[in-house]
C-alpha cells in the first residue's frame, strides 16, 4: 500500500523511491535521477509520437518502471542481456540502468521507438548497448546463434512465439524471462510446453508479483536453455 500524500502522488522520484523500496532492491547511486529523466523524455516524446498508451506519471512509474525492476532479482547473474520487441525500452533499457554492467541488446522492429531508445542511450553515453532495428524471426534468430545469458520480453509475443525466438539466442545454462502481465490462458501455456524438448529448454517455472504502490498482479515466465 502507499502511504504518498496526496500531492505526492505524481512525483516521480518519490514513486520510484517508494517502489524500489517496496521491491528491495539496491541500485546505482545515479539510477533513479536517470529514471525520473527518462519518464521526463517518454512523456515528452510521446506527446508527439505514440510510444506507450500509459498517460499519468504515476501509471508509467508503476507499470514501465517497477514492473520492469520486479524481474531484476531473477537476472543478477545474467551478463549479457537480449530484449525483443523493446518498445520503449521496458524492460531492457531499464535493467541496464539498473546494472551498468550489463551487457545489453535491444532489438525493435518501429522506427520512432528505435530513434528514442538511440536517443537515450546517446544522452546518458552508455557502453555497452546496441540497438537493432528488425523484425526478429526464428531464422533470423538462429542465424545470431547462442551469444545470450538471458533474453527477455513483455507482452511482445504469445509466450511460444517467444521461446521460439530466444531458444537460439541463449547459450547454454541461459534464461528466457517472459513478462506476461497478469496472467495466461492455460491454451497458451500448453502450447508452450510441447515445445520446451524440441527448443532445449526445460521448465517452465512460473513467478507471480504484485506492483508496488497498486497492487495489480502480474506474472512472469522463466525457462533455461539446456544445451
Known sequence: MSFLRKGAREDPLLLLREGVAALDITLPQEALSRFAVYLRELQTWNARVNLTGLKSTRDMVIRHFLDSLAVLPFLNDVASLADLGSGAGFPGLVLKLARPEL?????????????????????????????????????????????????????????????????????????????????????????????????????????????????????????????
Open 103 to 227: 551487457k545489453l541488446t535491444l532489438v525493435e522492429s518501429r522506427g520512432k521507438k528505435v530513434a528514442f531508445l538511440e536517443y537515450l542511450v546517446a544522452l546518458w553515453h552508455l557502453s555497452g548497448v546496441e540497438i537493432i532495428q528488425a523484425h526478429l524471426t526464428s531464422r533470423l534468430a538462429r542465424k545470431w546463434g547462442p551469444r545470450f545469458t538471458g533474453v527477455t520480453s513483455r507482452a511482445a509475443f504469445p509466450l511460444k512465439r517467444f521461446l521460439e525466438l530466444a531458444a537460439p539466442l541463449l547459450l547454454p545454462g541461459g534464461r528466457a524471462l517472459a513478462l506476461k502481465g497478469p496472467g495466461l490462458p492455460p491454451a497458451e501455456i500448453e502450447a508452450a510446453e510441447r515445445h520446451l524438448a524440441a527448443l532445449h529448454l526445460e521448465g517452465l517455472e512460473f513467478q507471480k508479483y504484485r506492483l508496488p504502490l497498486s497492487g495489480e498482479a502480474r506474472l512472469f515466465v522463466l525457462a533455461y536453455k539446456v544445451r
